[in-house]
C-alpha cells in the first residue's frame, strides 16, 4: 500500500498545529542535529530539551541509537539504509511538529542529500539545521563506545568519518563548535536562534 492508493484519504484535523501552538505557548520546529560520531549532538540536544522542558516547552529528543532500537531497527548502515533511516525519522518529526511539539533529532545523517529532503518535507522555516562541528581526532578522542577503533581495524564497515563520507552542511542556520565551547555556551546558542525565530518567546 502506498500513499497513491485510491482507498486512502487524508482527513483533516479539528484542532491544527497554530491551535496547539497558541495553547502552548509557544511554537513548534524540528532542531535538526547532524555531525560526526561523538561531535556531541546527543548531549546538546538533550541538554537543550532539558532547558526547554523547564521554560514549560513541550519537547522530544529523537536519538539515533535509541531510534534504532525500535523504528528503525530492521535496517543496517548501507548508504541506502542510512537515507531510509532518516527518511522515517523526517516523517516522524513532521508529525511531532504538527502535535505543537519542538523536535529534536540527533542522528550523524551523513548526507545533505538526506538532510535537504527532510528540509523540504518540513516545509519553509520548519526545519533548523544545528551543525556540531568537532575535528575527527577530537571525536575519535571522546570515542566512549570504542566505535572508532574498530573502524580502524575493519571492524565495523561504512563508519562515517573513516570508510564512509560525512557531507558537512553548506548553510545551516546555526553551527557550534562542541570542542571549543562549554556545553552551556552551545545550549544558549541554541535557544537564541530559537527566541530570533520567535519560536520561544
Partial sequence: MNSNDKNIRWHEAQVSRS???????????????TGLSGAGKSTVAHAVEKRLFDLGCKTF??????????????????AEDRTENIRRIGEMAKLFIEAGVIALTAFISPFRSDRDRVRVLAGEGNFLEIYCQCPLDVCEGRDV????????????KEFTGISSPYEAPEAPELTINTNLQTL?????QVLALLRQRKIIP
Avoid at 552551556?184 to 544558549?188: F, I
Fill in 184 to 188: 552551556d555556551a552551545c545550549v544558549d
Fill in 61 to 78: 529528543v529523537f536519538d539515533g541509537d535509541n531510534v534504532r532500537h525500535g523504528l528503525c531497527a530492521d535496517l543496517g548502515f548501507s
Fill in 19 to 33: 491551535d496547539r501552538n497558541r495553547q502552548n505557548g509557544h511554537g513548534s520546529v524540528i532542531l535538526w542535529f
Fill in 145 to 156: 563506545k570504542g566505535l572508532y577503533a574498530k573502524a580502524r581495524q575493519g571492524l565495523i
